[in-house]
């Protein structure tokens, strides 16, 4: 199994960026894909995820109002649009897949990208 995150980069605050994740080697539509992130300093924290087909999302309060979970079965990917984006959004953000009903729990993923830096300058 491979998720490879891509889309990352700096951006000034009230920006936008569109982070994607393909994945392969598992059955995409089967997973819940999630996204993480991980500030310097700082453990690492859920920010989305999407159920299998879908149909279901969830957020991190954090988040909520500002990013968008998508994804495209036939293409085997998941993507995040990031809008109005803060200086405290900076971080590594990971792509996971795991066969829970929208897992929020890292521990609940099976599957991890090796991440994408996302830096949001003030």
């Known amino acids: 199994v491979q998720l490879v995150e891509s889309g990352g980069g700096w951006v000034q605050a009230g920006g936008s960026l569109r982070l994607s994740c393909a994945a392969s080697?598992?059955?995409?539509?089967?997973?819940?894909m999630g996204w993480f992130r991980q500030a310097p300093g700082k453990e690492r924290e859920f920010v989305a995820t999407?159920?299998?087909?879908?149909?279901?999302?969830y957020y991190a309060d954090s988040v909520k109002g500002r990013f968008t979970i998508s994804r495209d079965n036939a293409k085997k990917a998941v993507y995040l649009q990031m809008n109005s984006l803060k200086p405290e959004d900076t971080a590594v953000y990971y792509c996971?897949?795991?066969?829970?009903?929208?897992?929020?729990?890292?521990?609940?993923?099976?599957?991890w990208g090796q991440g994408t830096q996302v830096t949001v300058s003030s």
């Open positions: 996971a897949a795991g066969s829970q009903v929208l897992p929020a729990d890292e521990d609940e993923y099976e599957y």
């Open positions: 080697g598992l059955s995409f539509s089967s997973y819940a």
């Open positions: 999407i159920s299998g087909r879908g149909y279901s999302t």
